[in-house]
């Protein structure tokens, strides 16, 4: 049941649902059951790399985007008007 519920989080990339049942792990009783774990594990693993990759990419770019922005505003020149 805990493997196909990881498989369906992974597959619909619920990273909520895989926290939670990170945290509720149950005790796997046969080989199989520990090898499809660390198989799925390891996609899981790969797929936060990948999701936190396009996250770092994603704010690099809205980074260059808002220094363009601002280089294309006029700077504003301090001016002190005396009216006599």
């Known amino acids: ?37 660390l198989t799925l594990l390891q996609e899981a693993t790969k797929l936060v790399k990948s999701l936190q990759d396009n996250t770092k990419a994603s704010m690099i770019q809205m980074k260059k985007n808002i220094n363009f922005l601002d280089s294309t505003q006029s700077s504003r020149t301090s001016q002190f008007d005396i009216i006599s």
Do not use: C, G, H
């Open 1 to 37: 049941m805990w493997l196909n519920q990881l498989k369906i989080a992974i597959v619909s990339r619920d990273m909520e649902k895989m926290n939670t049942l990170m945290d509720d792990l149950p005790q796997l009783e046969s080989k199989a059951e520990i090898d499809s774990a």
